[in-house]
């Protein structure tokens, strides 16, 4: 069993910057890739960005590439998404989830087998 906590969401202006946390438990957190989706009201979960296990493959999808970072910290059983240049449109409950597999290309959540509670950002013009 997984249990994964976000936390870091926010109220900010366009233009700035935040950095979301997702806490794992359980003492294989080292072993699995990671990733972070978004949902906007009356949309779907989208795909924002995942990361494999070790940190040296990423995928972001591509309305935040080049803006968005992931990273992980194994030690520290946490993942993290810095989100810089926020839009608006980059409003939604963010999730993380942890990848069923090994393969971060694959952006689908069906893909994922545990989800966080989600955290709010929401980004004003």
């Known amino acids: 069993q997984v249990q994964l906590v976000e936390s870091g969401g926010g109220l900010v202006q366009a233009g700035g910057s935040l950095r979301l946390s997702c806490a794992a438990s359980g003492r294989t957190f080292s072993t699995y890739a990671m990733g972070w989706f978004r949902q906007a009201p009356g949309e779907e979960r989208e795909f924002v960005a995942a990361i494999s296990w070790s940190g040296t493959n990423t995928n972001y999808a591509d309305s935040v590439k080049g803006r968005f970072t992931i990273s992980r910290d194994n030690a520290k059983n946490t993942v993290y998404l810095h989100m810089n240049s926020l839009k608006p449109e980059d409003t939604a409950v963010y999730y993380c989830?942890?990848?069923?597999?090994?393969?971060?290309?694959?952006?689908?959540?069906?893909?994922?087998?545990?989800w966080g509670q989600g955290t709010q950002v929401t980004v004003s013009s």
């Open positions: 989830a942890k990848l069923r597999g090994y393969i971060v290309s694959r952006t689908g959540p069906t893909n994922y087998d545990y």
